[in-house]
């Protein structure tokens, strides 16, 4: 069994951690201002009720833009996460524990 306080005091984990962070706080803090903007513009000004082009108006504009930034947030986590999982990995190899050789 592996001594989880060790790692978790290790600068590895400390460093994976950091970066985690680093990448996460901003991201979340994005995707909830822009999803929580959308819902009070709409609710309480008339900005996005101006035509975009034809009968397509702004506010149908910024709610599509709210799936595109999700599905390229997802797309950009997917990559930054495998180099988290191996950040991962390399702090357990430290200890002498690999979780396929464990099981």
Not at 54 to 71: C, N, P
Request: net charge neutral.
């Amino acid at each position: 069994m592996p001594d989880f306080n060790a790692i978790e005091a290790s600068a590895g984990f400390r460093e994976l951690m950091k970066k985690k962070k680093a990448f996460l706080v901003p991201v979340t803090v994005l995707f909830l201002g822009l999803y929580l903007l959308f819902n009070i513009i709409i609710s309480y000004t008339n900005w996005l009720d101006k035509p975009f082009i034809g009968d397509i108006s702004w506010v149908w504009v910024f709610a599509f833009s709210l799936f595109a930034m999700t599905w390229i947030l997802v797309t950009i986590y997917m990559k930054r996460a495998e180099k988290f999982d191996e950040m991962a990995k390399d702090t357990l190899k430290e200890f002498n524990y690999d979780k396929e050789e464990n099981r």
